[in-house]
């Protein structure tokens, strides 16, 4: 649905497609808040208060403690030491396939975590937020143009272009992402599954290694 109205759209400048992308999103139930609404560290990029929400309701029926809910956010977290390869690797890995997880109560068998509810069931339990102008510090102080969180984790990062600017493209976005926020902020990344480019008009996405020759481009409706 957010494909077919994106191809739709007519040229935007960057702040005006942000905006619309975000309302397409909202129509879609995403949550929205701005970056400057969430208290936090900026070197922070998780949004740990819904993980922690998401956690609880999720496993409410298992009784899960606040200690355990605080103990999976470690191992969701926690940095393996590796390249921002491997890091995002294994990330990407353990959201997809869970983890087990000592109860607190040593008498009760390992509680299987995992950090987005696919079945069916519990699919209720995710919470979908996008973000605008989410400043991020690392190695430089950089400000996505919006970030989607699932369940508090920054699995989806956006960067728009203006079409009507000369002399800039997509390709200018995907150099962003993968060059220079790959450099200076490589804490939001260990958890991007996809990265999004767009001017409005011509829209791609892939993930952070992906060449940009093989970017997918939203070419039919």
Request: include cysteine.
């Amino acid at each position: 649905y957010v494909k077919r109205k994106i191809m739709k759209m007519p040229y935007f400048n960057e702040s005006q497609l942000e905006q619309s992308i975000i309302s397409l999103l909202q129509e879609q139930g995403y949550d929205y808040a701005k970056g400057e609404d969430i208290t936090r560290d900026l070197d922070e990029v998780v949004l740990r208060d819904d993980l922690a929400t998401y956690l609880r309701n999720r496993y409410k029926n298992d009784s899960i403690t606040d200690t355990e809910v605080e103990a999976a956010i470690r191992v969701i977290t926690q940095k393996q030491g590796g390249t921002l390869y491997a890091e995002n690797c294994h990330t990407i890995n353990l959201l997809m396939d869970g983890f087990s997880l000592k109860r607190e109560d040593t008498t009760k068998q390992n509680l299987y975590i995992y950090p987005i509810a696919f079945d069916e069931p519990n699919q209720k339990h995710n919470i979908f937020k996008v973000v605008n102008q989410f400043d991020i510090v690392g190695l430089q102080h950089r400000i996505p143009d919006a970030i989607i969180f699932v369940n508090g984790l920054p699995l989806v990062v956006f960067e728009f272009k203006n079409a009507l600017k000369q002399n800039t493209t997509i390709e200018n976005a995907y150099k962003q992402l993968t060059i220079r926020y790959r450099r200076d902020i490589p804490a939001l990344l260990k958890y991007t599954a996809f990265i999004v480019i767009s001017d409005g008009v011509n829209n791609k996405f892939g993930t952070l290694y992906t060449p940009y020759e093989f970017f997918y481009a939203w070419r039919k409706v």
